[in-house]
T-cell receptor, first 114, second 109 residues
Framework: EAGVAQSPRYKIIEKRQSVAFWCNPI?????LYWYQQILGQGPKLLIQ????????DSQLPKDRFSAERLKGVDSTLKIQPAKLEDSAVYLC????????????FGPGTRLTVL | GQSLEQPSEVTAVEGAIVQINCTYQ??????LSWYQQHDGGAPTFLSY????GLEETGRFSSFLSRSDSYGYLLLQELQMKDSASYFC??????????FGKGTRLHILP
């Protein structure tokens, strides 16, 4: 089966600009996660979707970050406006049902904010 | 609160055995997972323990003691390609998963 797809793989923007990331999970996986991983740290959950509903977005900086999964399949994560501290790898992962299942990660998008 | 503690770095010699520990504190416990991440790569699943005891998968084994809120990942016959970061992770009763900060494994020839 195809893995989790993400694009773009790399993005360089200036602070205060906007950026969007796209994720297509494994076919049939109900739960989709967006993580932020800063160099040298573990993945930090930003938002978790179950189908097209939000399960947890408690760590999403909602003043600048937004995410959607309109049809319960692919998802977009947007940052507007970006700050220097948003420089990180943004990982998308999916599981068949919930968080007790194996997480399959996409290759990530490396964002650099100048 | 919920937290996971694991050493930030471990160094071992090629061919040796190394153990990476993880202690956790979480609301409800459903299991402990381990993930491997090479530099520039995405995390990949290694193992999952829901019950106490040792689970073996080739050169890698994972152990869980629920009474001690503790687990470890054991890597045997270390190879240079095992140089990576290793994360423990736990889901909680709210179906949220929390990752540890990761242990960077350095392997010396």
């Amino acid at each position: 089966e195809a893995g989790v797809a993400q694009s773009p793989r790399y993005k360089i923007i200036e602070k205060r600009q906007s950026v969007a990331f796209w994720c297509n999970p494994i076919s049939g996986h109900a739960t989709l996660y967006w993580y932020q991983q800063i160099l040298g740290q573990g993945p930090k959950l930003l938002i978790q979707f179950q189908n097209n509903g939000v399960v947890d977005d408690s760590q999403l900086p909602k003043d600048r970050f937004s995410a959607e999964r309109l049809k319960g399949v692919d998802s977009t994560l947007k940052i507007q406006p970006a700050k220097l501290e948003d420089s990180a790898v943004y990982l998308c992962a999916s599981t068949r049902q919930g968080s007790t299942d194996t997480q399959y990660f996409g290759p990530g998008t490396r964002l650099t904010v100048l | 609160g919920q937290s996971l503690e694991q050493p930030s770095e471990v160094t071992a010699v090629e061919g040796a055995i190394v153990q990476i520990n993880c202690t956790y504190q979480t609301s409800g416990f459903y299991g402990l997972s381990w993930y491997q991440q090479h530099d520039g790569g995405a995390p990949t699943f290694l193992s999952y323990n829901a019950l106490d005891g040792l689970e073996e998968t080739g050169r890698f084994s994972s152990f869980l003691s629920r009474s001690d809120s503790y687990g470890y990942l054991l890597l045997q016959e270390l190879q240079m390609k095992d140089s990576a970061s290793y994360f423990c992770a736990v889901p909680n009763r709210d179906d949220k998963i929390i990752f540890g900060k990761g242990t960077r494994l350095h392997i010396l020839p």
